[in-house]
């Protein structure tokens, strides 16, 4: 079965991210020092990483590694079912396609329930500046008492979209364009 490029080279670690290396070292402190937010938002261009990188914390909270500066490990049962689409506490939705107050409030009502693989529930919403008023209400009072299994990470490329109630509850962290040099360094690794 042949496999798309971007999920084929997609980085498994932290150390395979390129020219993102400010959101990568406060991502491994915060998760060294035992602090991982309950929720993010990861704002920039298209291709910059912010999905990856939403993943790689996936696989960091949630890895087996006995040492917090191993995180993610890559080969801890965890961390596989992450690379594979099938840890069950990794829940990503596509916002562009999931807009309504419904999603979000039937996201609501399953949020209390606690992870049943890992230590967190991990929500990626990408795109999540295409959500609707209500729906960012409905998002809105699940920011404000999450539980304390779940962290939310918020995925955009249009950051002015998002309501500023929204942003307050979030870590910003700002994924910039990649360096041409820096791509053409990485592609020769690869090849």
């Known amino acids: 079965m042949s496999q798309a490029l971007y999920r084929k080279w997609r980085p498994h670690l932290w150390g395979q991210v390129v020219g993102q290396e400010h959101v990568v070292q406060t991502l491994q402190n915060a998760i060294r020092g035992g602090r991982v937010g309950h929720a993010y938002l990861f704002a920039g261009p298209r ?92 998002l809105l009072k699940t920011l404000e008492e999450p539980p304390p299994h779940a962290i939310f990470i918020l995925a955009t490329t249009e950051v002015h979209k998002i309501p500023a109630t929204v942003l307050s509850r979030c870590q910003r962290h700002e994924f910039r364009r990649i360096p041409l040099h820096l791509i053409v360094s990485h592609l020769k690794e690869l090849a």
């Open 47 to 138: 291709g910059t990483g912010k999905t990856t990188s939403a993943r790689l914390l996936a696989k960091a909270v949630n890895c087996l590694a006995k040492e917090l500066k191993d995180r993610p490990c890559d080969h801890c049962d965890h961390c596989q079912a992450v690379n594979d689409g099938r840890f069950l506490d990794l829940i990503e939705i596509d916002a562009a396609s999931n807009t309504s107050v419904d999603d979000v409030r039937d996201l609501r009502e399953k949020i209390n329930f606690s992870p049943s693989q890992g230590r967190f529930k991990v929500y990626i919403i990408d795109e999540v500046h295409m959500l609707s008023t209500a729906a960012f209400n409905a």
